[in-house]
């Protein structure tokens, strides 16, 4: 199970290196002679470097529209401009287009010609963070692997919008508008690969439905969540690492054992109204309850086995894996109880 989860966690953080090394592949075998044609077909508006020669950089250079794209970009990076409009014309020779960095801009829905984005086959990167989007644009490329649409203003998805982005394995939503009524039970369907769904930093009162069976990530911090249904965690089996910081989850809020799930490594429950530590299962690692309402901890309460069990564990290598546990901000006084210490023989900070 470990070795899964850091093989996927590898494939989903490291991609922009394998990029990199696809590409210094291509200008490393690229011909001085060709330079010349190169900057001859790069936009006067941007920059073509001659050692990178898919890459077109149009970022910070006060463009109210985008260029004409060469058929050779792989990469284009138009962030921190004052474009509003995304139309086909520019790309009607990017075939080849990878990756595409749109941030900070102007964009709205009504800006992005129909159908513009979904022509874009072979695109994998879509970056559309802080611009002044109201709902997630459709339709997007089929083979679409991150889409990170941060910071805009997005209250609605619009239906069906993922159900054929197989691939995708990063989706970022966070700082939005999103109520509750945007996330149906059909909304994720189609997102059969997605490893990390962000959507903290909106306007939830609820847990959202029906996430992605395979989701190893999922950030919900900076809501106004307050309730933790039974079984929550079943329907999504491989969760990692889980934020739920800044909510308003109480003891009443969370089931007996809702956050006794063996997949979660990393739990994260800073900022809420906790007074108690809720139970957790022995696989956990990092354990965040930092300003809460906390006022003692009972390590013979909080030790997902019994002491004695946990005194045994330790010599054949099972005992509870906890190694990081934060307590600060609440009405906790040190010493830590010995009881914790051995339960967690493994820890290796507590910070209080």
Same mark, same amino acid.
């Given at each position: 199970?470990?070795?899964?989860? #850091? ?45 990178? $020669?898919?890459? @077109?950089?149009c970022d910070n250079k006060g463009l109210k529209e985008i260029p004409a794209i060469p058929a050779r970009i792989w990469y284009l990076y138009l962030q921190n401009n ?5 139309? %086909? ?16 801009? !102007? ?13 874009? !086959? !072979? /695109? ?8 002044? /989007? ?69 306007? @939830? !009162?609820?847990? $959202? ?8 990530? =999922?950030?919900? &911090? ?13 329907? *999504? $089996? ?5 934020? =739920? ?5 109480? &003891? ?34 990092? /354990? ?14 909080? #030790? ?23 307590? &600060?901000?609440? %009405? ?5 109880? =010995?009881?914790?210490?051995? #339960?967690?023989?493994? @820890?290796?900070?507590?910070? *209080?």
């Amino acid at each position: 199970m470990t070795l899964k989860v #850091c093989t996927s966690l590898l494939l989903l953080f490291l991609a922009n290196s394998v990029w990199t090394r696809t590409v210094r592949q291509v200008y490393d075998d690229l011909d001085p002679e060709h330079w010349s044609h190169y900057t001859s077909e790069c936009p006067r508006e941007c920059f073509c470097p001659p050692s990178f $020669p898919n890459a @077109l950089y149009c970022d910070n250079k006060g463009l109210k529209e985008i260029p004409a794209i060469p058929a050779r970009i792989w990469y284009l990076y138009l962030q921190n401009n004052l474009i509003e409009t995304v139309s %086909e014309k520019p790309f009607v020779n990017a075939t080849h287009l990878r990756w595409i960095n749109l941030n900070k801009n !102007k964009i709205t829905n009504s800006g992005i010609e129909s159908g513009v984005l979904s022509k874009l !086959k !072979k /695109l994998l990167y879509l970056f559309l963070e802080d611009n002044e /989007l109201e709902e997630v644009p459709a339709p997007l490329p089929v083979g679409l692997e991150q889409l990170r649409l941060a910071r805009n203003k997005i209250s609605r998805i619009p239906e069906g919008v993922f159900s054929n982005l197989e691939n995708l394995t990063m989706l970022d939503l966070h700082q939005n508008s999103l109520l509750d009524s945007a996330l149906q039970s059909d909304t994720f369907q189609g997102l059969n690969n997605l490893m990390q769904l962000n959507i903290a930093k909106n306007s @939830l !009162k609820k847990m $959202p439905l029906s996430i992605p069976a395979n989701t190893l990530q =999922l950030f919900l &911090d900076n809501n106004s969540i307050e309730v933790i249904p039974e079984n929550y965690f079943s329907a *999504i $089996p491989k969760v990692t690492f889980l934020r =739920l910081n800044y909510n308003k989850l109480s &003891d009443d809020g969370i089931p007996p054992n809702g956050f006794n799930v063996s997949s979660i490594l990393d739990l994260q429950l800073s900022h809420n109204q906790l007074t108690k530590i809720p139970p957790i299962n022995a696989h956990l690692e990092h /354990l965040h309850l930092d300003h809460n309402r906390i006022k003692s901890v009972n390590g013979t309460q909080m #030790c997902p086995v019994s002491i004695a069990l946990a005194e045994d564990y330790g010599l054949y290598g099972n005992t509870p894996r906890l190694r990081y546990l934060r307590l &600060d901000g609440n %009405e906790i006084q040190p010493p830590i109880p =010995l009881d914790v210490m051995i #339960c967690f023989r493994l @820890l290796q900070a507590v910070v *209080i």
